[in-house]
């Protein structure tokens, strides 16, 4: 009976193909969302095991954050780079929760990263969230919360504007843009929590320093920073 369900199984995958998320090629019996080869040449950063890496100097003098990090170097036309696109724009929900798992995997794993009451992932404007139809961020958020057992809450920190794109935006205007963005309607739940912040992917840091001053301002124990990917 296990090998006729796996004939169909393969059968099944002839018609309808799943493609790995990060190359197109066929997926095999076994793998999700990423074939086994991209995984193995994902540039992975291993800043989870460095406290001061590229991600959290970028911090430096801008917010007290405790840890910060992220998984994988993102660069133009890479295979991070699909796999984001894929995450955001073509809605691979499930992408988001795998990612998430890796990404906990390795705080799991980190010697720097306190026990987290709560994990906050970067809100959308309702806007936006309702036209694409999910927070890619709340996905990745969810992923880690699966392997961690820190529930994730989307309630204490809301996007009262709606920013646009950041992405033709330099340094300078991009802190600009998100200038009030970000506040906390219930500041006294986050008092003395020790919080991850996550977000898919680091390029200035302006959103996550936004977000990040909220939450200390609302009186976190610890601010702890994760993402799926950095732009050098």
Partial sequence: MRRFKQYLYDFFCLLFPDPCNACGVQLVHGEQQICTRCLYDLPFTDFHLHQENAVAKLFWGRIHCHTAMAMLYFRKGSRVQELIHQLKYRSRTDLGLRMGAMLAERLAASPFYHRADLIIPVPLHIKKERKRGYNQSRLIAEGMSRVLQVPVNTSLLVRRRNTGTQTKKNRYSRFENMKAVFYAPMPEELAAKNVILVDDVITTGATLESCG????????????????????
Avoid at 218 to 230: D, E, M, W
Wanted: hydrophobic share 60%; charged share 5%; glycine share 4%.
């Fill in 213 to 232: 001053q909220v939450l200390l301002n609302c009186g976190v124990s610890t601010l702890n920073i994760a993402a799926v990917a950095f732009a050098e």
